[in-house]
């Protein structure tokens, strides 16, 4: 069973846009956090963005003011949305949700990743 739908990824152009869409299994349950990972070649998955239940978001300095992380509660969807893009921000990325299954033991759940690729 998926429990993480990511779409939105593709090829752009350096200074285009993207919009991320991550869609939430209601099967997890007690989600603390959700956010995006991300991993080029040759380099280890870092975190870019997360937004707490609360509504606290935080980013990765190389992203800040160019990416926006949301979500849509009624949609249980969280986005990341991509402006400006550079080519060093290629890479595969992962939405991340820090929840549980109903009876199961807290962990992180991650999606299958989708492909951004920005050109020069």
């Known amino acids: 069973q998926v429990q993480l739908v990511e779409s939105g990824g593709g090829l752009v152009q350096a200074g285009g846009s993207l919009r991320l869409s991550c869609v939430v299994s209601?099967?997890?349950?007690?989600?603390?956090?959700m956010g995006w990972y991300r991993q080029a070649p040759g380099k280890q998955r870092e975190l870019v963005a997360t937004?707490?239940?609360?509504?606290?978001?935080n980013y990765v300095d190389s992203v800040k003011g160019r990416f926006t992380i949301s979500r849509d509660n009624a949609k249980n969807t969280v986005y990341l949305q991509m402006n400006t893009l550079k080519p060093e921000d290629t890479a595969v990325y992962y939405c991340?949700?820090?929840?549980?299954?109903?009876?199961?033991?807290?962990?992180?759940?991650w999606g299958q990743g989708t492909q951004v690729t920005v050109s020069s």
């Open positions: 991340n949700v820090r929840g549980r299954l109903p009876l199961g033991v807290p962990r992180d759940f």
């Open positions: 209601e099967t997890i349950v007690s989600i603390n956090a």
């Open positions: 937004i707490t239940s609360g509504g606290t978001t």
